[in-house]
């Protein structure tokens, strides 16, 4: 039973598809680690996108990738984010902002989750500059030329890329 003037645990959810996850992603996550109690790395179904690892795969190479981080936890997450967020009792929805062309998108689904679920926040958070460029889709089309992704990516990550291109199936 918890103590009747104990402070709730604060919860951010980091939702995304990680397809991969890359240094920029979790840049944003040790930045969103320091701010709250728990984060929910939340991989997100888009329907609109077809992605080059399964659910299974991007939740195994979050989970390698964020070991050392104790406070982290992932799930897979089908429906409409807010109310994963409202169901986990989160504060606030993580969201990484690498440049202005990023804003306008962001805000207006900002504004819609304030809508649907007025009391999480959403918290806008920027990588170090170093990661400004970086995302999932230039990293993938690296690895598919046989481009170098290691300083993009961990280790496991970009060994499951090269695996991923170097079958005839890809």
């Given at each position: 039973m918890a103590e009747?003037?104990?402070?709730?645990?604060?919860v951010a959810i980091y939702p995304g598809s990680f397809d991969p996850i890359t240094f920029g992603h979790l840049d944003i996550l040790e930045r969103a680690v320091s701010l709250f109690d728990r984060v929910i790395v939340a991989l997100a179904f888009n329907p609109g996108k077809n992605p080059l690892f399964s659910l299974e795969e991007r939740k195994a190479m979050i989970?390698?990738?964020?070991?050392?981080?104790?406070?982290?936890?992932?799930?897979?997450?089908?429906?409409?984010?807010?109310?994963?967020a409202r169901d986990q009792g989160a504060v606030?929805?993580?969201?990484?902002l690498r440049?202005?062309?990023?804003?306008?998108?962001?805000?207006?689904?900002?504004?819609?989750?304030?809508?649907l679920a007025p009391r999480v926040n959403t918290v806008f958070l920027m990588p170090h500059v170093n990661y400004t460029y970086l995302n999932s889709?230039?990293?993938?089309?690296?690895?598919?030329?046989?481009?170098d992704v290691s300083p993009f990516v961990p280790p496991g990550v970009a060994r499951?890329?090269?695996?991923?291109?170097?079958?005839?199936?890809?």
């Open positions: 009747p003037n104990a402070i709730a645990p604060k989970l390698e990738a964020v070991c050392n981080l104790p406070t982290v936890t992932v799930a897979e997450v089908p429906g409409l984010m807010v109310e994963f606030a929805l993580i969201r990484g440049a202005v062309s990023d804003f306008e998108f962001e805000f207006q689904m900002a504004l819609m989750n304030r809508k889709s230039i990293v993938r089309e690296v690895a598919r030329f046989g481009g499951r890329l090269l695996e991923k291109f170097a079958s005839p199936a890809s």
